[in-house]
């Protein structure tokens, strides 16, 4: 009786070892490609202070233009 208990545990725990490792190479490869995106989106991103600096810059044109815009068109009337 002992002879046949003692496979059938080895081999339990076996295919647990097997299972738990695929899992746990599954959740790591899921883990390095989370990361790779974390990565690339701060790559491509601007930080919020550079955004706010380049948006100040347009704006600063953009009234610039305007007030070209308005003596032109105060000059014609």
Known sequence: MIEVIIPVVLAAITGGSVMF???H???HDLDRRVDGVELRVAEAYVSKTDFNNALDRMEAHLVRI???M????NKSC
């Open 66 to 68: 305007e007030g070209k």
């Open 21 to 23: 490792t695929r899992i």
């Open 25 to 27: 190479n599954r959740i």
């Open 70 to 73: 308005d003596q032109l068109v």
